[in-house]
C-alpha cells in the first residue's frame, strides 16, 4: 500500500475555494468582492507607472539572474529599514531581511521566535487575517485571541483589547495590524495606539507590527506612525512588511522582516539566526520585485511617483465606499455609514452569513460569509448591481 494511503484531503482555503465557485458561475454580471487584490476603476489589477519605468530600466540594463545573499538585496533591505522606520531607531539595531511577501516574513519570524522561545504564547486580533492563526500553530506556537472587533458599536473594543494584553504573560508574543486592519477594515486611533504601546512595554510582551497596507488609509507617514513608535520606545518587536498591494506585485512575493533588537551586537547576532531560517527554508529569495522597490524606493522622483499612485489607490477605494454608502442610502437602504470610517481593501459589512450566501445565490455578487467585502474590487461598473444586492438581502 502507499504511504499516503490514510492521508486525509485538507479544507479547502475558504477564500479560494469562493474564487473557484466565483470562476464556475456562469452569470454575466458577477461580482467578485472576495479576494483580496486591488483593482482599478476598469476592474484590473494596476501595473503601477514607477514599476513599469523600474521594470524597463532594469530589463535594459540586461543584469544576469544570479542568486541574491540569503537576506536579500541590500540596497531594499536599507530602502525598507528607512521607509519603516525613517530615524525612529538606529539603523543598527535592526536585523532585516527580505522575504516573500509579508507571509513569508511573518513564517520567519514565527520560526525563529519559537526557537527562541518555545514557551510563549502567541495572540492575535478576533477575527484576524486567517494566515495568522496558521502560521503560528504551523510554527508550534498556541495560538489564542485579543478582544478586538466590536459588532454591536461597529469599531474596535479597545478596552477589552488592552485589558487582555494586560493579563497577557511577559513575552507574549502580539500580532498587532500596523494599519488598514484585514478583516475589519477597523483600525486603532492614535490615542488607542499609545495604550496598547503603553501595555506592551509595561507587560513585556513582544509586538508584531503586521504592514501589508502601508499608504492604504491616510498616508505613508500616518500609517507608519504606530511603527515608529514602538521602535522609538526602545523594546524588542518585528515589523512584517508587504509591499504586494502598495506596489501592485502580488505575484512578485515582495516583502520583509525587520527585527528591532538592543544594540547592534544582537542585530548581528538575531540576523545570523534569521538567515539561517531562511538559507534552510528556501536559501534566497527571488531578485526581480525586490530590484524594482528597491530602485523606486530610492529614487526621488520615482518614489515620488509611487506616492502619488499609491494615493490614487487610496482615493479611488474612499470614493467606492462614500459612493457604496450614497447609493445603499438612496435605496432606502440605512445605517452603512460605518463603511467609511474603515480603512483598507476590506469592509466587514455587517452583514450576515445568510444575506452573504442571498448575496451570491441571488445576485452573483461574492464575498465571504463573515460578511468581509473586498471595497477595493468596486468599480463604477459593478457599483450599482452591488447596491441593489446589498439592498434586496438587508430590506
Ligand atoms: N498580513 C495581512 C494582514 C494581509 O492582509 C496579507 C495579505 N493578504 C499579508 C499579511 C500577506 O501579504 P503577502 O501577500 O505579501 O504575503
Redo the contacts with the bound molecule.
Keep these: 500500500v502507499s504511504i499516503f494511503a490514510t492521508v486525509q484531503r485538507a479544507p479547502r482555503d475558504p477564500i479560494l475555494g469562493l474564487t473557484e465557485q466565483f470562476v464556475a458561475d456562469q452569470r454575466e454580471h458577477k461580482v467578485n468582492l472576495g479576494v ?1 487584490v486591488y483593482q482599478d476603476a476598469s476592474g484590473k489589477v494596476p501595473v503601477l507607472e514607477c514599476v513599469r519605468a523600474a521594470d524597463a530600466d532594469l530589463s535594459a540594463g540586461g543584469k544576469p539572474y544570479g542568486y541574491l545573499p540569503i537576506d536579500g538585496l541590500a540596497a531594499y533591505d536599507n530602502a525598507v529599514a528607512d521607509l519603516v522606520f525613517d530615524d525612529s531607531v538606529e539603523r543598527d539595531r535592526v536585523a532585516v531581511v527580505q522575504s516573500l ?4 516574513a ?1 513564517k520567519v519570524i514565527a520560526d525563529f521566535l519559537h526557537q527562541t522561545r518555545p514557551d510563549a504564547g502567541v495572540l492575535i486580533s478576533a477575527p484576524s ?1 486567517e ?1 495568522h492563526r496558521a502560521i503560528f500553530t504551523r510554527a508550534g506556537f498556541e495560538v489564542a485571541e485579543y478582544p478586538y472587533y466590536d459588532a454591536d458599536r461597529r469599531g474596535v473594543d479597545v478596552d477589552a483589547m488592552v485589558a487582555a494584553l494586560q493579563s497577557a504573560e511577559p513575552g507574549t508574543v502580539v500580532v498587532l ?1 500596523a494599519c488598514c486592519h ?1 478583516p475589519t477594515g477597523y483600525d486603532l486611533s492614535p490615542a488607542d495606539w499609545e495604550r496598547v504601546l503603553a501595555v506592551v512595554v509595561e507587560r513585556d510582551l513582544f509586538p508584531i507590527l ?1 504592514m ?1 497596507y502601508q499608504g492604504f488609509a491616510t498616508s505613508l507617514e500616518a500609517d507608519g506612525a504606530a511603527v515608529r513608535a514602538f521602535a522609538a520606545a526602545g523594546i524588542n518587536g518585528a515589523v ?1 512588511t ?1 509591499f ?1 498591494k502598495t506596489f501592485s506585485l ?1 505575484g512578485e ?1 515582495v ?1 520583509a522582516l525587520s527585527v528591532v533588537c538592543a544594540d547592534a551586537d544582537e542585530a548581528g547576532r538575531v540576523l545570523s539566526q534569521l538567515k539561517i531560517i531562511v538559507r534552510t527554508t528556501y536559501s534566497n529569495p527571488p531578485t526581480h520585485g525586490a530590484a524594482i522597490v528597491a530602485a523606486v524606493l530610492t529614487d526621488p522622483a520615482q518614489r515620488a511617483g509611487w506616492e502619488s499612485e499609491l494615493g490614487g489607490m487610496r482615493d479611488r477605494i474612499k470614493q467606492m465606499r462614500t459612493a457604496l454608502v450614497d447609493g445603499l442610502t438612496a435605496a432606502g437602504a440605512t445605517g452603512w455609514e460605518h463603511i467609511t470610517a474603515q480603512n483598507g481593501m476590506f469592509s466587514y459589512s455587517g452583514l450576515t452569513a445568510e444575506q452573504m450566501i442571498a448575496l451570491r445565490e441571488e445576485h452573483a455578487v461574492y464575498g465571504l460569509d463573515s460578511g468581509r467585502l473586498c471595497v477595493a474590487a468596486l468599480n463604477p461598473t459593478n457599483l450599482d448591481r452591488v447596491i441593489t444586492a446589498i439592498a434586496a438581502v438587508s430590506n
Excluded at 511577501?101 to 513569508?104: A, C, F, P, R, Y
Design positions: 483580496g511577501g509579508g507571509t513569508g511573518l487575517w494566515n495590524h484585514n503586521d501589508a512584517t508587504s504586494s502580488y512575493r516583502g
